[in-house]
Nanobody
């Protein structure tokens, strides 16, 4: 499966963005899907994921982030509200060939190119 994240940009603190992850090649229903982000100078961090097993979020994600999936369009979304400057990062989506959600990037075999999110104060 090929993945492509989009929807990033520059937003003021308190604003919202919706990121999209487009999948091609195979249907998303076959995979556990995850969102990750990597801030400058920091390691890549799991935000959350979704599969037939449910939708889960990292405890460290304090902002109201919501992951959704539209299997009819083969798309996954990350709605981010009340953004803060510390949310500035490159965001990317990934797919794991399993129905279980994992927070470790080691389980994800397919990665899309990231999209930059910059939150100004």
């Amino acid at each position: 499966v090929q993945l492509q994240a989009s929807g990033g940009g520059l937003v003021q603190a308190g604003g919202s963005l919706r990121l999209s992850c487009a999948a091609s090649g195979r249907t998303l229903g076959r995979y556990a899907m995850g969102w990750f982000r990597q801030a400058p100078g920091k390691e890549r961090a799991w935000i959350g994921g979704t599969s037939d097993d449910g939708t889960y979020y990292a405890n460290s994600v304090n902002n109201p982030f919501t992951i959704s999936i539209d299997n009819t369009k083969n798309m996954m979304y990350l709605q981010m509200n009340s953004l803060k400057p510390e949310d500035t990062a490159v965001y990317c989506c990934a797919a794991a060939p399993t129905r279980y959600i994992y927070s470790s990037s080691d389980y994800y075999d397919y990665w899309g190119q990231g999209t930059q999110v910059t939150v100004s104060s």
